[in-house]
Every structure is written in structure tokens, then in C-alpha cells.
């Protein structure tokens, strides 16, 4: 019979972690060693630094970029277009990175933002004259990130999410003017353009793919349908001449780009597997370079046809089509780097990064093969090793935000985004095991050692629904993938023991709204390929999190509000107890925020941003620090944990 804690778990706080933020200046130049006395220590912060400049864009022979920061401030970067020397740098106060950079006909350059102070999207102005940078304020209040922006001589556009609102700021009168969602429901305005009549068109998503035309004043005129059928976002438009360009990234992991004749209003033609963040930047005349499957090519807009151009050397990450200078075509990565074509002489070249890199938001842990302790980064990613005797650490820079990490069989295993794919990492270079774009599916949160089986789960691409229960047997490579395992779930937990996986879930996918009513936790038999059970075992709870057995063989789960134990034999729910509240009846995306782990005698979680010790017995809590995004028990014992770019340790004793 179940049984239910009906009292509210005691919270006896602990330790608090200091708030505070760091620049790549003030880093320490290493990591002390994990400290001998018992509880929590701050260790200062991993060697997890890079460039991230998603937002660029090139004027005379300038180019700005954005560079994103963990705990911020983002940096405006300003270099020379013709040999990418650092010119400037300036901080984006209350920013954390930006992918919206737009330069006005005056040349004053505006940058819309996410992250940062309140959650909130924000305007800059950077004026080349005064060399200054003046913060604008939050365009939309409700809004949380600019994703594009788009000067013109009187006013400067911005498109925003979780809401896809459209605004204007006057660039005379310095009001700023919420024009609405072009298309209600849709979550993203993408990208925009501005035509020379002052049209603007602004790219939606996360399904519609649709494109809005509205007057200058905002007034919707006409919603153009995609010439394709497929859901994801209208990502990248422009308009060059009497043409409207627009690149769509569907949820199936699909690049065209479609070009529509603004004066006939009529598609003309479609060009597959685009992979340049900007379609209309290398305009010259009829036609217009992008990258494609890697190259650079011209395509012609009136005919369509395209011409190979033998350059293939942009640097790594998204890569950015800007514009011209002189003969060169001047273009970035998204890790920083500049890149060249020469039209007359038909070649390419990388220039010297240099940008500041800026420490990397620690995205996972896990306890490595070697005894240290790894993390992974956000965005332009790298991982880091940590070995907790002497503080020695090990950065490798060219590795993808990892989402989830696990030690199989003596080697280090990584979950990384997006495109579901799962790496082995040897300690030289990751191997690529499996890519699951084509499965839908984008971020794999939680790996676990299963027998001769790595197990892990996905939560699907934006736009698409139904995650997916993966196993790959790394020696033979034979891979099974069990898509909606759990009909329209993700899958952001697993655990194992005596051949079976033990999963849960979210019902939350790549869409902004639930697919269920509540969240699950099953059981699947790996060698009679078959669910076992299925259990809800939080009513009303919408995402679950990480499980863990203990050392008595039990079934843990920690959600955002509860702790159970679950009988892992029939997924009957033994006991609950309710630790915290939760918004679950305003919640759009909730996939994974919680870590569990077993280890002397005491379940250790995180979840909403602080860290506990739980007695299994009682099912009390008591808080260790806050506030913390990651969980993990190193092979020394201890438990480490992180916030932004910063690393703790809590001595077990």
C-alpha cells in the first residue's frame, strides 16, 4: 500500500555560496586541491574559457562581435576587418552574450541581448564616434532574449522570445514601442529584415515557420506560408533587391533556403542544406554567397543555380556570411574567428582569433575512469578535468556542450548537443559513436553504465515531440533507439541495475507546453527488449529528474518539489514527501534540474538551485548551499558541485 509524508521536510541551511561574479582577468591561474577539513569549500573555477560570438556584423572595414560570458558581462569586441586585430572591447552591463548585432546607416551600432540581470532582454547603442556603449533598457518587459535586430535610418527593430514580440526603438525620439506578436503563439521572432520601403519581415517560430510582413508601424499586411512542409523556424532572412531570402531550420534537422519574389509574391526556388547564419550579408548584385554543406557557393536568385567555390576553412562553430570589403568577403565563426575570400583570386583565409575568451558556464560533471572529476561548457563547450589531490586540471577546448556525462568501462562517455550525439573520450580526442539528428532528437541529459550497454536519454529538437530511451554497445557498436519509449516524453533520468534501465521522465519536449498531464518513471529489460512497468509516481509533477538506487537496493527520485521511493520490481510508489513548491500550472519547458547520487549512507541532490543531504530514513532534507546548478560525487568521496563558472567541493565526513 503506499504511503505518503504528509509533514514538510525540514530545511536546515547550511553553508551558503557567495554571489559573486568573475572576469577571465581575475581567473585563477590553477585549482586548489580538494581541502582535508570537512563541508563545503569554493575551489575558485575550471579552466572552461572560449569566444562565443553568436551576434556579428561588419562595417567599413570594422567588425563587431558579441562575446557571451557565464556570469557576465558580455563583450562588444571591435577588430579590423582587414587583419583582425583587436581594436576595442566593451562591456554589455546586465548581458550575458548576444546573437543580435545591427549596424544603422549612420554607422551607430545596435546590439539586442539576453540573460543578465532580472532574465531580461535588452538594447544597447554603440556609438563609433564617442567610442561608448549606452544601455537602452528592456524593450519588452515580459521578454527574456533578443534574438534579432534590425537598424534602419529612424528606427531599429527587435524580435524576441519566449513570447515572439516585435518592437521599435526610435532612434530620435529614444522611445521604444511594443508592437505585438505578428503571430500569436508562436513563441520566436527568429530573424528580420527590413525592406527598402520600409516593409519588415520577421521570421517566426518554433513551428509555424511562417514569415510576416507588417508596415513600419508594425500592422500585420500579409503572413507568407513555407514553401516547404515541415515545422521548426523561418531562421535567417534578408531581402536583397526585389528578393526575400529565407533560410529555414526545420525540427528534422533540415537547412533550405527559399527565395521569394517580393514584386510577383511567389516562391521561386528552394536550395538544400544551408549552413551560413546569414543569407543576404555577401550580396553583390543577382546574387548572393552562403555556405553549403560546408563550402562556400554563389547562388544565383534569379535562376537558382549555384556555383562551388572551393572554400572550406571558416573556423569552427556557425558560421557568418558579414559582407564585403573591397574584393573580400569578410565572414566569422561562432568561436571567435574571422575568415576571408578573395573573389579575384578565389581564395580563403583564416585570421588570428583575437577576442578575450570568457569563462564558460560549467553545463555537467561526472566522475571520470582516471579518478578526476570532469566538466563540460556551455556553448562553444571544452572540457575540463579536475584532479582533486593536487588541484592539477586539463582544459580541452574543442569539445561541444556536453549535457550529460558517465564513465563505461574505463573510458569517459559524453552527451552532447545539439544533434543527440554521444562521443568516447579517451583523453585525447572525442570519437564519435551516434548522431541522432535524424532521429529528432538534440539533447541527451543523463548517460549511466549499463552492463555491456551504455544507456542514456534525449529530450527531442525544438519544435518536435517525443524523446528517446538510447543504448549503444560501444565495443560491437550495435545501438538500439526506443523513440517514445513513453508516448511524447522525454527521457531526462536513467539509472540501471541487474539488466534492467530505469528511466523518467519530462512531459515537456521541444514544444512550449506540456504533452501530459504527468511525468513517469519505467523500467525497460534490455535483453527481452521490452517495457517492464510504467508508474506515475508525483501526481501533478510535469518533469521528474535524475533516479538513483541506494545501497539496499531501493528506487530514489527527486522532482523540483518531491522526493519518492519507488519499489523497482513493480513500480509501486512507496513514500513521498513534498520539499518544496513548484509553478507547474505556469510552466512552458522543464526538462532536467535535478541531480541525485547515493554514497555513505545518504542520498545527495540538487534541484531549484540548492544542493541537499537526505537521509533515506526519514526523508529529511538539510541544505548544504545554494545556489548551485550541478551535483556530482567525485572518486575521493566528496561532492562537487557549480554555479556559472564557479567550483565547490562539500567534504563528506
Not at 534569379?302 to 568577403?329: A, D, N, P, Q, V
Not at 551504455?454 to 543504448?471: M, R, W
Request: proline content about 6%.
Amino acid at each position: 500500500m503506499r504511503r505518503a509524508l504528509t509533514a514538510a521536510c525540514l530545511l536546515v541551511v547550511s553553508l551558503a555560496v557567495p554571489a559573486h561574479a568573475e572576469t577571465a582577468a581575475d581567473a585563477p591561474a590553477s585549482t586548489p586541491p580538494a581541502p582535508a577539513q570537512c563541508g563545503f569549500a569554493d575551489l575558485g573555477s575550471l579552466p572552461l574559457t572560449g569566444a562565443t560570438t553568436a551576434g556579428t556584423a561588419l562595417d567599413r572595414d570594422r567588425v563587431y562581435s558579441v562575446t557571451s560570458s557565464a556570469s557576465g558581462p558580455a563583450l562588444l569586441g571591435i577588430r579590423d576587418a582587414d587583419d583582425g586585430k583587436l581594436i576595442a572591447e566593451h562591456p554589455l552591463p546586465r548581458a550575458l552574450g548576444s546573437w543580435a548585432v545591427s549596424v544603422a546607416p549612420d554607422h551607430t551600432v545596435y546590439v539586442g541581448s539576453y540573460g543578465g540581470d532580472e532574465h531580461k532582454g535588452r538594447l544597447f547603442r554603440y556609438d563609433p564616434d564617442d567610442d561608448e556603449v549606452t544601455e537602452l533598457g528592456v524593450p519588452v518587459a515580459t521578454e527574456t532574449f533578443v534574438w534579432t535586430v534590425a537598424a534602419t535610418e529612424d528606427y531599429v527593430y527587435g524580435g524576441t522570445s519566449s513570447n515572439g514580440r516585435l518592437f521599435r526603438y526610435d532612434t530620435d525620439t529614444g522611445e521604444t514601442k511594443d508592437l505585438g506578436s505578428p503571430v500569436p503563439g508562436q513563441g520566436f521572432i527568429r530573424d528580420l529584415a527590413v525592406g527598402h520601403d520600409g516593409t519588415v519581415y520577421a521570421g517566426m517560430g518554433s513551428s509555424s515557420m511562417q514569415v510576416a510582413v507588417l508596415s513600419p508601424g508594425g500592422h500585420v499586411r500579409r503572413i507568407l506560408e513555407p514553401p516547404i512542409d515541415a515545422t521548426g523556424w523561418a531562421y535567417d532572412v534578408d531581402v536583397v533587391g526585389r528578393y526575400l531570402l529565407v533560410r529555414y531550420e526545420t525540427s528534422a534537422a533540415k537547412k533550405p533556403l527559399a527565395v521569394y519574389d517580393l514584386k510577383r509574391r511567389t516562391w521561386l526556388h528552394i536550395t538544400e542544406d544551408i549552413d551560413s547564419l546569414t543569407v543576404g550579408g555577401a550580396a553583390r548584385g543577382q546574387s548572393v554567397h552562403l555556405v553549403q554543406k560546408g563550402e562556400l557557393i554563389r547562388l544565383d536568385l534569379r535562376s537558382g543555380r549555384t556555383r562551388k567555390l572551393g572554400m572550406s576553412e571558416f573556423g569552427e562553430g556557425g558560421i557568418r556570411t558579414l559582407g564585403w570589403h573591397g574584393t573580400t568577403l569578410v565572414g566569422t565563426s561562432s568561436t571567435g574567428g574571422i575568415w576571408h575570400y578573395n573573389r579575384r583570386t578565389g581564395r580563403g583565409k583564416l585570421l588570428d582569433g583575437s577576442l578575450t575568451g570568457r569563462p564558460v558556464t560549467i553545463r555537467s560533471m561526472a566522475e571520470g575512469p582516471d579518478g578526476r572529476l570532469y566538466a563540460g561548457g556551455f556553448f562553444t563547450g571544452g572540457l575540463a578535468a579536475y584532479e582533486p589531490a593536487t588541484g592539477a586540471t586539463q582544459f580541452w577546448p574543442r569539445v561541444g556542450q556536453s549535457e550529460g556525462m558517465a564513465t563505461h568501462k574505463g573510458k569517459l562517455y559524453l552527451g552532447v548537443y545539439p544533434g543527440g550525439r554521444i562521443y568516447e573520450f579517451d583523453g585525447t580526442e572525442p570519437k564519435l559513436l551516434l548522431n541522432l539528428t535524424e532521429q529528432e532528437q538534440d539533447r541527451p541529459f543523463s548517460l549511466v553504465s549499463a552492463g555491456d550497454w551504455l544507456a542514456f536519454g534525449t529530450v527531442p529538437k525544438s519544435g518536435t515531440v517525443g524523446g528517446a530511451l538510447g543504448l549503444i554497445n560501444p565495443a560491437t557498436g550495435e545501438s538500439r533507439i526506443k523513440r517514445n519509449i513513453i508516448p511524447g516524453h522525454s527521457v531526462v533520468g536513467v539509472t540501471y541495475r541487474d539488466g534492467v534501465v530505469y528511466g523518467a521522465t519530462s512531459v515537456f519536449g521541444g514544444v512550449g507546453k506540456p504533452l501530459d498531464t504527468v511525468a513517469k518513471v519505467f523500467a525497460y529489460d534490455i535483453a527481452a527488449d521490452k517495457l517492464l512497468w510504467q508508474s506515475a509516481p508525483v501526481p501533478g509533477d510535469l518533469a521528474l529528474g535524475e533516479i538513483a538506487f541506494d545501497d539496499k537496493g531501493r528506487l530514489w527520485g527527486l522532482t523540483p518539489d518531491a522526493l519518492y521511493e519507488m519499489d523497482p520490481a513493480t513500480g509501486e510508489t512507496l513514500r513521498t514527501a513534498r520539499h518544496q513548491t513548484y509553478p507547474w500550472e505556469t510552466a512552458t519547458q522543464v526538462w532536467h534540474d535535478t541531480n541525485l547520487v547515493f554514497h555513505a549512507g545518504y542520498l545527495w541532490g540538487k534541484t531549484q538551485g540548492k544542493s541537499f543531504k537526505i537521509d533515506p530514513a526519514t526523508m529529511r532534507m538539510t541544505l548544504i548551499a545554494r545556489p548551485v546548478s550541478n551535483l556530482q560525487k567525485g572518486a575521493d568521496g566528496n561532492m562537487y558541485m557549480s554555479r556559472n563558472e564557479r567550483f565547490y567541493t562539500y567534504r563528506v565526513c
